[in-house]
């Protein structure tokens, strides 16, 4: 691994773990500001909650890519660079027992990498649709206290 890429391998791993527990940090005040005694309250909170499962999401996909950075990346490019001189001979490459055994790893690595984003994801969009929904909600609360003063307003004119 080259220095560059070392570094921002690092950089990047710093980034997502310091957002992700800033982030829990903020929403964990959030938490604790808020009553819980009404609708809005309930909703703040539960959005608080969301957006920790999302920070914390972000802190183990960071931690992720590390152990990624640190223990997988060399055996990986081993092999690549091994296939590549085989390509280059003209000959067959062919993975030995422990090869095949670090490429289950390295897999099945990558496959719980990308379901901890798609988690991360589905988190996302369900925080988003609340989001939505609860926006929608307020609207239809205020449009409907709005039709009940104006009709309120013709009731006393006549």
Do not use: C
């Amino acid at each position: 691994m080259s220095n560059g890429q070392g570094l921002f391998g690092l950089a990047l791993i710093a980034g997502m773990a310091l957002i992700g527990l800033w982030t829990a940090w903020m929403q964990g005040r959030v938490l604790a500001r808020e009553p819980g005694d009404t609708p809005e309250s309930f909703f703040f909170r539960s959005q608080a909650v969301r957006r920790m499962v999302i920070a914390l999401l972000l802190v183990v996909m960071g931690a992720m890519l590390g152990v990624a950075m640190i223990l997988l990346e060399e055996p990986a490019q081993a092999i690549a660079d091994m296939r590549d001189r085989a390509d280059q001979a003209g000959t067959i490459f062919r993975l030995d027992d422990s090869q095949e055994r670090f490429a289950s790893i390295y897999g099945g690595f990558w496959l719980g990498f990308f379901f901890v984003f798609f988690m991360l994801l589905a988190v996302l969009a369900w925080d988003v649709w609340a989001l939505r929904a609860f926006r929608l909600e307020l609207r239809r609360d205020i449009l409907e206290h709005k039709r009940r003063l104006a009709s309120n307003r013709g009731e006393g004119a006549g």
